[in-house]
């Protein structure tokens, strides 16, 4: 276990975030990309209205444009580097990037060395931050499209945790049927975000609705409820202040309620799962139970799996390292309980998920391993993540 | 009507949205109050967890800071005027603006001639952009305090509509017993915001859900559901873009799907009431449908229920004008379906609600006026409101 941590520490050495951002200060300034730059830049899917930019190109570089007449420097902060923008006679700056990975990238604006989010953008929670977010086209966006199939619907719930004493926020998916077949019961997944994330990742920037509702209208997926909620297990959440639809967020490090053990395996145990089970029309045993990250999400999903055995019966960890047949064998009852185990990564990282599946298959396990080809430690290898995973879950 | 209409125009000189928000360029820069401020300045309810800045003082200064090292100017946009900051040794900006009224306020910062929003902020739709807003502390900010009561859900959902040959995207809120009294059915009303404004100011700067499950804790408002949608009825609706929790957002004027008539008429009575009483359990009669809402939202009301007298049982307009008991003597079957009448406005602006309900009840109709003193065409009115129009209806 020590050797995951540590290599999932490695991961971040860059940064500690689940996906790294735009963070401004301290990450080195490079010029625009100028050269070898095809033409055929278009407004990105998610950003404001009325706003030509931030754009992309079919090289995937990402242009942004911001008007700041008096400014003498302006910055396009994404994926760990800064890049000049250019003014024009306007005081409109440009400014170009290197191609980016297909998916979703945390980016921001710095103009005369404040960091600001994009007044183009959409707005997302990640890298510790609520910030911009933009999406370069990937050829399988189309999972997570809204189309006009029967639609769940993503419900934001308030509640109270015993463990932390004050009342926490979270997500609750629930499959179009579910409001339509008033007697019938669920199973439910219980999912969860990485460092620096929230809540809101996985019903926004994660698509997780769409992508539910997608694959249940092809047959592909059973329905079922997923549930969404923060890692963040300290006393004085930020979810009780007085706002709505947006928490203030606030989990940046591995202190606090990290899963090994530690709090939020208290509250998820003792107050996430009595209270869905309690509230909601679910099925409350172990066999129609499942559990999934991540990052830290899949290291706490590893974690609080092993630590509570015969609790959940199908496992998913994305980019969140592996299980081994030791860890398997120290776990009693877990080989019994669990009918899937998945462990999937970014091909731009090495996190031994196939070999993983293969050990584990050899003990009995039904394991599978998944890569997501092109991508490396960031959203869109989650989305195909959670997009494989939930096809093999509660069947 | 028409007298209404240019009273909302009038109203609007300074600015036609909803409420009027920071909006940059154009707005005149003033020095930043130094004189006679009370430093008792704490960070706002609504930062981003971590956050410091921006603050509120017990005056209701509102009080920005930026690091800004490089920059030459920056200010403060809020209230229709740009507070120029200041900057210390540090390469830090700050300012405070004069004192806002109680309330939620848009607002944005200007980087040497950047508007862009505050990344100390949550942000919020309104003034036709997602941004920066503030919680200006209130004396009854309780009645939206996320407390240990029964809690209701607000959920997402998305359908076809089929007048805009899209998909559209709305909240509904259920009340907590709708999820374990599974057999009941509810009242509904639908609830409109503003111009510049869509769906999400209800869902998150209205605090609906937080007043509702308030109230029915108290015992002072029955359970109902609530349908928030978007005036934009556009064809090409943004909601369909691939995005999760954010919507582009994007109804700024008057044009389009304006209410009077038009396209949003269509596509609230063939598609949202149709949608809601399909698939949800509710009373889908006259006398358990109820319509309101702010501003251009209330005017829509107003139309919508004088075109369409039998639909409608309780009305709510929140800074939307008037209804005559001409009004309803031209609107056949209005007087005899209608059971509350409510409409309300700011103490600062001028509307004529107490007239206009007094002269309504003397033809017989059950009409409430009232106003919320101390405010403006702002949520804060808004949310008063709604917390004095639920307690009236279905009852």
């Not at 625009?32 to 992309?56: C, I, L, R, W």
């Not at 799962?273 to 309690?278: C, D, G, Q, W």
């Not at 009852?333 to 998920?353: A, H, I, Q, R």
Request: with cysteine.
């Amino acid at each position: 276990m020590k050797k995951i941590i540590l290599s999932l520490m490695a991961l971040a050495t860059v940064s500690a975030y689940a996906q790294f951002g735009g963070r401004g200060q301290g990450n080195p300034t490079v010029p625009s990309v100028t050269e070898n730059v095809t033409e055929d830049f278009k407004p990105a899917a998610n950003n404001q209205a009325g706003h030509q930019y931030p754009m992309v190109n079919s090289q995937r570089m990402v242009r942004a444009q911001i008007s700041a007449p008096n400014a003498t420097s302006v910055g396009l902060d994404i994926d760990g580097k800064i890049y000049s923008m250019t003014k024009n006679e306007n005081g409109v700056w440009t400014g170009t990037s290197a191609p980016q990975d297909e998916g979703f990238h945390y980016y921001q604006l710095n103009i005369d060395g404040a960091s600001v989010p994009d007044p183009g953008s959409l707005y997302y929670y990640g890298a510790s931050r609520w910030g911009s977010g933009i999406e370069v086209p990937s050829g399988d966006q189309d999972i997570w499209a809204v189309k006009n199939v029967p639609q769940g619907s993503m419900n934001e719930v308030y509640y109270w945790s015993s463990v932390t004493q004050a009342m926490r926020h979270c997500y609750i998916y629930f499959p179009n049927e579910y409001y339509t077949n008033t007697t019938k019961k669920y199973p439910v997944l219980y999912l969860m975000h990485g460092m620096g994330e929230n809540e809101h990742g996985w019903a926004e920037q994660g698509h997780t609705a769409q992508i539910m509702d997608n694959l249940i209208a092809q047959g592909k997926a059973t329905p079922f409820i997923i549930v969404i909620d923060c890692l963040d297990a300290r006393a004085a959440q930020p979810a009780a202040a007085p706002q709505g639809g947006q928490r203030q967020g606030g989990f940046g490090g591995f202190g606090g309620g990290f899963g090994m053990g530690g709090a939020f395996q208290d509250v998820l145990i003792k107050d996430i799962i009595p209270m869905v089970e309690k509230n909601y029309r679910v099925i409350p045993d172990t066999q129609h139970r499942a559990m999934a990250g991540l990052s830290m999400g899949g290291m706490t999903t590893r974690s609080v799996t092993l630590a509570n055995p015969k609790t959940f019966a199908y496992v998913g960890m994305f980019s969140g390292g592996t299980i081994s047949a030791q860890d398997i064998q120290n776990a009693e009852g877990y080989k019994e309980t669990n009918k899937v185990l998945f462990m999937s990564c970014g091909g731009k990282e090495n996190m031994g998920v196939m070999e993983a599946a293969e050990n584990l298959k050899k003990i009995g396990i039904n394991a599978t391993g998944y890569i997501s080809e092109g991508t490396a430690h960031e959203w869109h290898t989650w989305r195909r993540s959670l997009y494989q995973f939930v096809q093999l879950i509660f069947k």
